[in-house]
């Protein structure tokens, strides 16, 4: 069971953590706990599944990487493990993914691919290709960034 206090943490947890060297020490005086009680909860909070992962959201345009463009490669069903696991381990793809097929878009798998330039998203691309041997694929670039925040799971309302 989840007290008020431990509520109150994780909304704090969901968020960006503070920009400074002991960041749950900042979050601990926010809640009235110790440094070592809020690394234990969260710690705890992971174990018990209230927290599935903590992670990092770079804002890539904030540190040079201007370019990014969404992969879609027609993979064929009987390789979608196989060639979604070779995608992942490509460091420039923040993302992959397997979705359904629809009519008149063949693509079932996809990469956020980053880059300084297209150009490099582009031999990125390429380089995917080559090692999972998808060829039909193609390259969506991102023209501006409307959104980007993580998911929220309580609010203040909860």
Not at 7 to 25: E, G, H, N, T, Y
């Amino acid at each position: 069971m989840l007290t008020e206090t431990d509520k109150k943490l994780i909304r704090l947890l969901q968020d960006d953590l503070p920009v400074v060297s002991r960041p749950f020490a900042a979050l601990a005086e926010q809640v009235g706990l110790t440094e070592e009680d809020v690394i234990a909860r969260a710690r705890r909070y992971h174990e018990e599944g209230q927290m599935r992962r903590f992670g990092v959201a770079l804002r890539h345009r904030e540190v040079g990487f201007t370019a990014n463009g969404m992969g879609c490669w027609d993979v064929p069903e009987e390789r979608a493990e196989e060639v979604g696991r070779i995608m992942a381990t490509f460091p420039e793809a923040s993302h992959c993914y397997q979705r359904p097929r629809f009519d008149g878009w063949p693509y079932s798998h996809f990469t956020m691919i980053h880059g300084e330039s297209r150009e490099d998203c582009e031999a990125v691309a390429r380089r995917i290709s080559a090692a999972t041997g998808i060829t039909n694929y193609r390259l969506l670039f991102s023209t501006e960034e409307l959104k980007k925040t993580s998911m929220r799971y309580f609010t203040e309302e909860a």
